[in-house]
């Protein structure tokens, strides 16, 4: 998102706020609405022609074919439902349309496609959507099978060379020049997010957590304009209740949102940007002459993507604040934790939050079930595994894998230490001058264990990071 | 949560304390704050002036003759007993397009280790990428300072026409300067020239002026990357050759002769600046390609450049200028991208020349 995005949406936000005051059905139509116009705007101008217009609206496909599936049967006929339909396909209906009336693209980056198209496109999501949806039978393994769907989505979409070649193939069939196809040509706006929002609405439902979601709510739970780029990943059980409240903007939350808002722009725009300048990057990866410049660019790209990441989280907690909406922290002052496990209790929550949910915690139970399997296997096996998947959410390439491994053997080797520490040296703690000591040295030594993990995360090859490595170890 | 904070109030105050910043700024416009620079002291000096289009060059242009200077190694570097400094003047073949700044004439000249007058000389590149004389000038005037013994001034016939002396960005940019200069040196420039950026009060105020404040700040970032890399411009893999395949034209800016045409009294200026200097006309790629009977490269027709060094040559001597018609030391393959920009090897043939001149000085 850029500023002009942010401007409007703080814009929007406050006009939500101020214009729907006790009004909760009104206010959940103009969120779902301006969600939904979000998902379109918000989306980057792609080098396969009108894809910026047909894959947010895959977004909304998936959407409500996920709220189909996870439903009772018939419920789309029921009048909020009915009308949360009406709102999601008129509205895509004239962002297409659109391109008959203005002279230049608005609400997409590029005109969107001709309107037969969009027709067919219509078809094609009406026939599937009836297929999955509205037959009660099939419920049970149309969960799973939608699950499939979007983790085989999700898997093209990082993988870069699976991407390259549905670039390749989308570019045959619209008789394109293949030549110039690049993994980058689906960058799929807020998908990964959109797609674990989805996996946990489904997964839950099998599990026979999931409240009864209205299409408007649901709906707006998962493109939630604020939210839609960066996150965080909100429960839908909790975002809803924040949705069913009653709610004014007050002064008071103004203020709050308002500050919220102010940090995060500062957060992103002046320290996340400037520092951008000198962070780690592939060609600095190379040119950096120096052991000590090298530290400071790994320095310096550890705190820019620390200030990147939880500017936009501010920004999109301060937004939401504005439609009385209390989205879920993300960042708890990650860089001042003492140790591993308390580092990922405090960085990207959402996103660690869901990894135990929904893998970490019943990865173990499968486990514990296991005989003859020791604790400490059990322990590394969980680590390692959900931090290797940690990973791959991030982009299915070599150095995201070293940096999930190197995030899931760090913390086993935590847990070992702390057991090591806790049954031999019990009474270490008691000295109040030793106690301040241990506490900074393990903050500086997490730290650093982590910022050394960025060397994998911000290069694109593990000889660069290996280069790097030596350079900072003066090898 | 109850806050203390009332939103109107606050809201009003913002505005007010915004107003009120501008208006002030509009006041302080004439501090200089492109002297107040890390380079020299966090940062290590330029070796050359910063300029650049890319993030990737790690560098950037901007129009702050003060910012440009300070960053630049000859501001922080005390002149030595034994320094015999000399400064180089020209554009982007004395500045090293696609040279680092060890291959550059300046770096060339450095790494020669050699003396002059019984001192090291130590040579400093004050090219700019810009082919113009009042651009030199600018620089020439404000490269006094720095206690020089002899100044190097390198041009071409392109700096020369009249027609666009105050019309390059970093001229017109600088309309003060250009207006002291054409009164201290008497030269008959229009200082109402439209070309001439002269700010508005409105755009003097910090939201106006938020550009050229944010270019300084990212000069002084950008040296980190100076220090920490080495590297103030892209040095391309590969790229396009200077034309050798010339267009059968002779036009040259739309003139039918030189005379009258050429900014010599910028020159004269330019050459009163400092006692001790040296004037150079710049080599340049004689090409012989298609239509080389015509033009003698990309930039001049056979007949304008004629007439130029026979106009400057005299002019020199009328003026017993110490001057070096350079103009066809270099073979045409020590030429990359452009006319005027050499290969390592061609700096080398020149700052071979440039050392005897430099030498001869003291004789």
Redo the contacts between chains.
């Keep these: 998102m850029g500023l002009i995005q942010i401007g409007a949406s703080i814009l929007i936000g406050l006009l939500i706020g101020a214009l729907t005051r006790e009004r909760r059905t009104l206010r959940i139509y103009l969120l779902l609405a301006c969600s939904v116009l979000a998902v379109y705007w918000f989306q980057p101008a792609l080098p396969l022609r009108s894809f910026d217009f047909w894959l947010p609206s895959l977004s909304l496909a998936l959407t409500i074919l996920t709220w189909l599936v996870t439903s009772p049967a018939g419920a789309w006929r029921l009048g909020p439902n009915f009308i949360g339909l009406s709102i999601i396909v008129g509205l895509a209906t004239l962002v297409d349309l659109s391109r008959y009336v203005l002279p230049d693209p608005v609400l997409t980056a590029t005109t969107p496609p001709q309107f037969f198209q969009y027709c067919i496109f219509l078809l094609v999501v009406g026939i599937i959507l009836s297929f999955f949806g509205w037959s009660p039978p099939r419920r049970l393994w149309t969960i799973s099978a939608v699950i499939i769907l979007l983790i085989v989505i999700l898997i093209i979409l990082k993988t870069p060379a699976l991407s390259l070649q549905t670039s390749i193939l989308f570019r045959t069939v619209a008789n394109r020049p293949i030549e110039s196809a690049s993994f980058t040509d689906l960058r799929w706006l807020g998908f990964s997010y959109i797609a674990f929002r989805l996996i946990h609405v489904l997964r839950d439902k099998q599990t026979g957590h999931l409240p009864e979601l209205s299409l408007p709510e649901f709906g707006t739970y998962v493109v939630f304009f604020p939210a839609l780029a960066a996150g965080p990943i909100d429960r839908a059980e909790r975002f809803t209740q924040d949705l069913r409240k009653d709610f004014s903007l007050t ?2 939350e ?3 949102a308002g500050q919220r808002i102010f940090l995060g722009l500062f957060k992103k725009f002046v320290i996340a940007d ?1 520092l951008a ?2 962070a780690l990057n592939d ?2 990866a190379t ?4 052991m000590g ?2 530290w ?2 790994v320095y310096a790209y550890a705190f820019q993507i620390y200030f990147d990441f939880s500017g936009y989280t501010d920004i999109a907690i301060g937004i939401a604040r504005l439609v009385g909406i209390k989205l879920p922290e993300n960042f708890a002052a990650p860089y001042t934790r003492p140790n591993l496990t308390q580092f990922w209790n405090s960085w990207h929550m959402s996103l660690t939050q869901w990894f135990r949910s929904y893998f970490f915690n019943p990865f173990n139970r499968w486990m514990r079930g296991l005989k003859h399997i020791p604790a400490w296997v059990m322990i590394f096996m969980g680590q390692a595994a959900t931090m290797l998947l940690i990973g791959l959410w991030h982009g299915i390439t070599v150095n995201f894998i070293l940096w999930g491994l190197w995030h899931g053997i760090g913390l086993f080797l935590q847990n070992r230490w702390s057991e090591f520490i806790r049954t031999r040296y019990s009474n270490l703690g008691q000295d109040a001058r030793l106690r301040i000591l241990l506490q900074i040295g393990s903050i500086l030594i997490t730290f650093h264990f982590v910022a050394l993990g960025w060397v994998f995360f911000a290069l694109s090859d593990p000889s660069l990071s290996w280069q790097v490595f030596r350079k900072l170890f003066g090898m | ?3 203390r ?4 109030p ?1 809201l009003l105050k913002t505005a007010l304390i915004f107003v009120l910043f501008n208006l002030t700024f509009i006041f302080l416009n004439d501090l200089p704050l492109g002297k107040i620079s890390l380079y020299n002291s966090l940062f290590p000096g330029r070796e050359r002036f910063p300029f650049g289009e890319t ?2 060059s790690y560098n950037l242009s901007l129009f702050d003759l003060d910012a440009m200077f300070a960053s630049h190694v000859l501001a922080g570097t005390e002149k030595a007993p034994d320094e015999y400094r000399v400064l180089l003047i020209g554009d982007s073949s004395v500045w090293g397009t696609l040279l680092t700044p060890e291959q550059t004439l300046a770096g060339q000249l450095n790494a020669s280790a050699s003396n002059a007058c019984g001192k090291t000389i130590r040579a400093y590149n004050l090219g700019y990428p810009t082919i113009v004389l009042t651009k030199d000038l600018m620089m020439l005037d404000q490269a006094r300072e720095y206690q020089p013994d002899l100044v190097i001034w390198l041009t071409t016939l392109e700096a020369f026409p009249n027609d666009k002396q105050l019309t390059s960005p970093v001229v017109a940019n600088n309309a003060e300067r250009v207006e002291d200069l054409i009164t201290n040196y008497q030269i008959p420039l229009n200082a109402s020239e439209p070309a001439l950026v002269k700010p508005s009060a409105w755009e003097q105020t910090l939201v106006s002026q938020r550009r050229a404040l944010a270019d300084l ?2 000069l002084q ?2 040296g ?2 100076w ?5 103030d411009q892209v040095y391309p893999q590969d790229y396009e050759r200077a034309q050798t395949d010339l267009e059968a034209s002779d036009d040259f800016h739309g003139l039918a002769s030189l005379e009258n045409a050429l900014a010599f009294e910028v020159l004269d200026a330019g050459m009163s600046v400092v006692p001790h200097m040296i004037l150079v006309n710049e080599p340049m790629l004689i090409s012989s390609g298609r239509n080389s009977d015509i033009r003698y490269n990309f930039f001049y027709p056979r007949w304008a450049y004629d007439e130029y060094r026979q106009q400057l040559a005299e002019h020199a001597t009328n003026r017993n200028w110490r001057y070096l018609d350079l103009w066809d030391l270099v073979p045409a393959d020590e030429f990359t991208n452009s006319a005027i920009h050499l290969t390592p090897a061609g700096e080398g043939l020149l700052a071979n020349k440039i050392l005897k001149a430099i030498q001869a000085e003291c004789k």
């Design positions: 002064q008071d103004t203020l709050l400037t300048i000198i060609a600095l040119q950096v002459r120096t410049w090298m400071i660019v | 949560m109850e806050s904070t009332r939103l109107y606050l993030r990737a700040l990212r970032i950008y980190a990357l220090a920490s890399t080495g590297i």
